[in-house]
Structures are given as C-alpha cells and as structure tokens.
T-cell receptor, first 112, second 112 residues
Framework: RKEVEQDPGPFNVPEGATVAFNCTYSNSASQSFFWYRQDCRKEPKLLMSVYSSGNEDGRFTAQLNRASQYISLLIRDSKLSDSATYLC?????????????FGSGTRLLVRP | EPEVTQTPSHQVTQMGQEVILRCVPISNHLYFYWYRQILGQKVEFLVSFYNNEISEKSEIFDDQFSVERPDGSNFTLKIRSTKLEDSAMYFCASMDRTYEQYFGPGTRLTVT
C-alpha cells in the first residue's frame, strides 16, 4: 500500500467552481499533515498545514480525519491561477527528522 | 520574506563525475533536508540534517551521497560518482519550529 495516496486527476473545472481533493495515508503514527502546491517544474510551495479541527485560509479549507487516515482540501471559487498539482504530504512517526512523505499529487486545471 | 536559495539552477555533468549542489536555508531554521524528484514522479526524501549531523537518510542516500554544512549558512549535497539515474530535480528545504518546511527552487541535475 502506498504511504500517501491521491487521485492523480486531472480535475478540469470552470472558473468559479468548487473542487475537492482527497488523500489517504497508511501510517497511523503520522504526526503532521500538509497540502503543498506544485507548478510545473517548480518547487513545492506550502499551501496550508492541516489540523484535526479543520482549518480555513481564504478560499481553501482543509480537513483531517485521523480515525479514517483521510485528509481533504476544498477550493471554493476556483481561479485560473489555482491550476497546479496539489500534493498531500504527511510526516513520518514522531522522530527526530520530521521528513516529509509526499503523495503523487492531484492535477487541477481551471478553465476560463 | 526569507527564502531558501539553491545554486546552480541547472547542472549538466557526465556519468562518473562528482557534483556539489548548494543551498542556503532560511537563516533561523535548524532542520535541513534534501529531496529529489525524478521527472514525472513524486518528491522523495533523501536526507535530514540537524545539529550538524544526519538525523535520517533514505535508502536512496547511499555511500555516493554526502551532506555538509561547512559554515553557518551553506548546506551542500555531494554526489561522488554520478549515474544516469541520478538525473532529477534536487530540492533543499529547511524547517522552523512550527514543523513547516520551505523549499528552495531546486537544482535540475542532468547526467549524460
């Protein structure tokens, strides 16, 4: 089983649409959770951390369900500039390195 | 806004040659990482570095790889004898006490 699984997409949506991405992770001992976005041939950029209580940053809402080992990202009112690959990322077990474990990403295309 | 920088942006080398990839992490960060991304694949952890020593390394990080923090600002990744399969984007990242990692723009390594 992959450590972090995501639907690769692409999700092709019109501007203004609401789109949701889901992700599952295999290690129940994972400590921290993130969504990053990656544009083509660029570095991953931190979009938001994900907390058990859920958190929102503008048009973006992230949720974590530890019992189901499931993470989600909701994007409201999609913009053309939201077109990118969205990476679900978890850390390993509580240890000294806090290495990041990446999913393969979900590609989003927002069309005019 | 502080950022991670990396040089060079693109390195072309012949198989068997040594390369050194350089990174300047964000100045007050204490944890440093190297990741790589082969074209079309997911981002993979290579090594983490804290308190002037390696805290964790992946199976990819074999004896051909080494890291160093020679002074208070630079963080380097050396590949002693490059192989064709080392061709990838190499990302440096640094982390603050909130456990959020910030990535540099990457070095594209092409081994011919």
């Amino acid at each position: 089983r992959k450590e972090v699984e995501q639907d690769p997409g692409p999700f092709n949506v019109p501007e203004g649409a609401t789109v949701a991405f889901n992700c599952t992770y295999s290690n129940s001992a994972s400590q921290s959770f993130f969504w990053y976005r990656q544009d083509c041939r660029k570095e991953p950029k931190l979009l938001m951390s994900v907390y058990s209580s859920g958190n929102e940053d503008g048009r973006f809402t992230a949720q974590l369900n530890r019992a189901s080992q499931y993470i989600s990202l909701l994007i409201r009112d999609s913009k053309l500039s939201d077109s990118a690959t969205y990476l679900c990322v978890v850390t390993g077990e509580m240890d000294s390195s806090y290495k990041l474990i990446f999913g393969s990403g979900t590609r989003l295309l927002v069309r005019p | 806004e502080p950022e991670v920088t990396q040089t060079p942006s693109h390195q072309v080398t012949q198989m068997g040659q040594e390369v050194i990839l350089r990174c300047v992490p964000i100045s007050n960060h204490l944890y440093f990482y190297w990741y790589r991304q082969i074209l079309g694949q997911k981002v993979e952890f290579l090594v983490s570095f804290y308190n002037n020593e390696i805290s964790e390394k992946s199976e990819i990080f074999d004896d051909q790889f080494s890291v160093e923090r020679p002074d208070g600002s630079n963080f380097t990744l050396k590949i002693r004898s490059t192989k064709l399969e080392d061709s990838a984007m190499y990302f440096c990242a640094s982390m603050d006490r909130t456990y959020e990692q910030y990535f540099g723009p990457g070095t594209r390594l092409t081994v011919t």
